[in-house]
């Protein structure tokens, strides 16, 4: 490529990158903060080659894949990320704990929140996807966004205590790690699975357990490791190709439903009313 074709690929990206930044803003899905985020941070910096034609798509774009053609990791539908990102609550100065690093899109998108009085501290199970992750948050400049290799489950420690956490992949319950590891008044978002269905939650702590105020339907890949669930896939015909989720696990550790005032427009249906709590313990 020549360097018109350079600039006018450049140009072409940053103005797509401009667009969907916009649409998340208007939609209501992102606030000031959050959108202006979406367009600073280019998304395409974290593709690889072959997928950053569709960088700005408002879509959930896979990144990797196992031998049988199920996904491993993929960067999430901006939407769903603006959505968590508001969730979370993100302020100038925070302490943020990522589980489920992937590409380390939302990494960059969290440090860019937060700015340089705050730090970033990202985690995940895959060694490569860490290694590009570093890669892209250094190209994208975004150094200062710490990405550690292991599983999630844990937390990362030695940087707590942390504001805030967000889980980036689908997960049974809360680790009571990720929860240690918050400072008092934190807020944690996770995926969390209820038979099947993913809702992303934000929870903070209500005496002597963390309640759920706010939730969306959601659809991450599932976590490996502790905090996978019971949760089965099951082929159906010749692979690769379709799959069953099987939900085959107990009940919520502690739920409770207590009515109250109408919930907002944007609260999931399943949740209107009602509370959904954990064990603080």
Known sequence: MDAQGSSEGADGLAAARERLAESLRVSGR????????????????????????????????VTKSD?????????????????????????????????????????????????????????????????????????????RAVAVCGDGAGGVPGHAPYDRVIVTAGVWDLAPQWLAQLDDGGRIVAPISVRGIQLAVAFERAGDHWAGRLARRCQFIRMIGPSAGPETVVPLGPQPGLRALVADGPALRRARCTRRSPAPPWTCPFLRGCELAASAS
């Open 30 to 61: 992102a606030g000031a903060a959050v959108s202006e985020a979406f367009l600073a941070v280019p998304r395409h910096v974290f593709l690889p080659p072959d997928l950053v034609a569709r960088a700005y798509e408002d879509t959930a774009i």
């Open 67 to 143: 031998a049988d053609g199920l996904a491993i990791s993929a960067s999430s539908q901006p939407a769903m990320m603006a959505i968590m990102l508001e969730q979370l609550g993100l302020e100038a100065g925070q302490r943020v704990l990522e589980i489920g690093t992937g590409t380390g899109y939302n990494a960059a998108l969290i440090a860019q929140i937060v700015g340089d009085s705050g730090s970033v501290v990202t985690i995940d199970v895959e060694p490569d996807l860490v290694d590009q992750a570093r890669a892209s948050l250094a190209a994208a400049g975004f150094a």
